[in-house]
């Protein structure tokens, strides 16, 4: 932290986390959530952790509402993979003898993932709006998960080395696309 010129770095990261988990809306029910309110039925008697560190577990609490409290100056956000149900894409391609070979199927990802671009252009702008003076938000895209040429992913087909790294991209286009219409940063990793 003292390196890169931080007075504080926290991270609210959630793993399986979904849009629902950044920002909720009147229609957020946590318990469909990774994100969890706090509150008596949530805390274990036996744990006693102050406020703040409270605040700072992941998946505890959505992302927004520890933002608003603790103001950072810089945010790094990557969302949207599991609103589209990557895990259980990829489980598919390694399970099953071809994935998403015809047409049809593509298409029907290919607008899953379209659908999703108005919730983020919505969720970056929110999160841009709770952010004042000279503080930043960036996007950050997907990394490729495996390389099209890659012989170390022998457990994929030529077919779906390719196909997972074109969702890949067709996810980060997605993701650029929301972050342009939201007017926040995009980064391409």
Request: proline fraction near 4%; include cysteine; charge should be negative.
């Amino acid at each position: 932290n003292q390196r890169l010129g931080f007075d504080w770095f926290g991270s609210v990261a959630c793993s399986g986390a979904e849009m629902k988990d950044v920002s909720y809306s009147r229609d957020y029910y946590p318990e469909n959530s990774q994100a969890k309110f706090r509150n008596d039925n949530n805390i274990d008697n036996d744990v006693r952790l102050g406020e703040y560190l409270l605040d700072l577990i992941p998946g505890y609490n959505t992302q927004q509402i520890i933002t608003q409290d603790k103001s950072p100056s810089v945010i790094t956000l990557s969302v949207g993979g599991n609103d589209i149900g990557f895990g259980s894409i990829i489980t598919a391609c390694v399970t099953q003898p071809e994935c998403y070979t015809s047409r049809d199927s593509r298409e029907r990802l290919a607008d899953q993932i379209d659908e999703k671009i108005p919730e983020l252009a919505k969720l970056y702008r929110s999160l841009r709006e709770d952010m004042s003076g000279d503080k930043l938000l960036y996007i950050v895209g997907y990394p490729s998960i495996i390389r099209h040429d890659s012989s170390c992913a022998s457990v994929l087909s030529p077919h779906e080395r390719s196909f997972a790294s074109s969702l890949i991209d067709y996810l980060n286009e997605a993701v650029r696309s929301a972050a342009l219409r939201a007017g926040v940063r995009f980064v391409d990793v």
